[in-house]
């Protein structure tokens, strides 16, 4: 199956074998038709966010390299 999407509803069965470990099974069931939606937009309060810690981390590192003592 290369598309979860397509999976079938109802119970499925993972059998994983290994050569010394032996074998473990595991149950799970499908019950919806749809992925669940992911992720989200960002919109302008997530963008103004994202500059804002830009911007203080830029802050926070030329303020650390002023400061940093001279080498001669």
Known sequence: MDDPADTPLGV???TLTGAE?????VQF?????E???TGGEL???GLLGALLL?????TLVVTRLRRRPEVS
């Open 29 to 33: 069931r499908v019950v919806a038709e």
């Open 12 to 14: 499925h069965t993972v």
């Open 35 to 37: 992925l669940s939606a």
């Open 54 to 58: 830009a911007l203080g981390a830029s």
């Open 43 to 45: 919109g302008p309060w």
């Open 21 to 25: 470990s032996g074998e473990v099974s």
